[in-house]
């Protein structure tokens, strides 16, 4: 019988790629979903759909029984009602180790975030650290891997970007443009988050990983231009003047563009060693350039709605 690893949030992005991964290697998967509607991406042989309010801890209680590993993925970047970053990044988090403990699970591996830290400036960052501390405190064999910016299929940050790029002809980029991130493709998490099931010698570690080039928010942007093989001109806005702008957006839209905690976040260098996920995992992760042909799918009329902070299925669930 195949080892059984339950993953939380396996409907999200990353989610539906561990899943994948997980399959692919022979593992039985129990697949943690909030609720139906976007299970067909994870339609796979050996992927048993569960529907589960993890901040309930009886019903995490009952999904944990018999699993080998658990796989956290449950976390948000932008609070909506009934869905704060205090529930779902840390009491979530908290309930999922908790019943992972009472099962006797193995193996738990926790996505964590680059920039988490107890004294975070942002409280996305501070509930990341507090889920990772949840984790840390278990006794359970571990490991928490912090990611940068991931990208690829269904990813929300390239999407929208890309959707802005190709509706407008000047893309409005927040501050100089300047701050720096480590883009990673989702596979290539995956195939960290494998490794950390499989291999003894990441147990009880916290690691960071991130993609093989630091870019800046211009970079990326300039890249997503070419890949459309568009001219693009950057309007290079004060984040004084993007502030009430943001704000505005947040009270008229239901799921705005960006909000002002990730505003301020973009002024924020995340990034971590160059090499680590090599040295670690003994592999190069693959290049932003070149790996999101993705966005090419996205039409004009996508373009729009993305912009507006309404990502059509197609594109979230690619």
């Not at 995340?270 to 693959?286: A, I, Q």
């Not at 993705?294 to 690619?318: E, Q």
């Amino acid at each position: 019988m195949p080892e059984v690893v339950l993953v939380t949030g396996a409907t999200g992005f990353v989610g539906r790629h561990v899943v994948k991964a997980l399959v692919d290697e022979g593992y039985s998967v129990r697949a943690l979903a909030r609720r139906a509607g976007r299970e067909e991406a994870i339609s796979f042989p050996g992927v048993d759909v569960r529907y589960v309010d993890v901040l309930d801890p009886g019903a995490v209680r009952d999904v944990v029984e018999g699993v080998f590993a658990v796989v956290n993925l449950v976390a948000i970047i932008k609070e909506r009602r009934g869905a704060t970053f205090q529930d779902i990044n840390y009491l979530a988090t908290a309930n999922v180790v908790t019943s992972a403990r009472g099962a006797g699970v193995h193996r738990f591996i926790h996505m964590g975030a680059v920039g988490s830290s107890d004294d975070a400036k942002f409280p996305y960052w501070r509930s990341k650290w507090l889920g990772e501390q949840a984790v840390l405190s278990s006794h359970i064999p571990y490991t928490v891997l912090r990611g940068s910016l991931i990208f690829g299929p269904g990813d929300e940050f390239i999407n929208k970007l890309a959707g802005v790029v190709k509706a407008s002809p000047m893309i409005p980029v927040v501050g100089g443009g300047q701050a720096k991130l480590q883009p990673m493709h989702v596979e290539d998490v995956a195939r960290c988050i494998v490794a950390a099931i499989q291999r003894d010698d990441l147990k009880n570690q916290t690691l960071e990983i991130g993609g093989p080039e630091i870019l800046t928010f211009d970079d990326i942007a300039d890249t997503i231009a070419r890949t459309y093989s568009l001219r693009r001109f950057k309007l290079h806005i004060p984040i004084r003047i993007m502030r009430p702008l943001v704000w505005a957006l947040q009270r008229l839209l239901p799921n705005p563009p960006l909000t002002l905690h990730q505003l301020d976040m973009l002024t924020l260098d995340n990034v971590t060693e160059l090499d680590g996920v090599e040295g670690k995992f003994g592999f190069t992760p693959r290049s932003l350039g070149g790996n999101i042909g993705y966005i090419k799918k996205i039409s004009r009329f996508d373009a729009f709605r993305i912009a507006l902070g309404c990502t059509p299925k197609h594109v979230r669930d690619h």
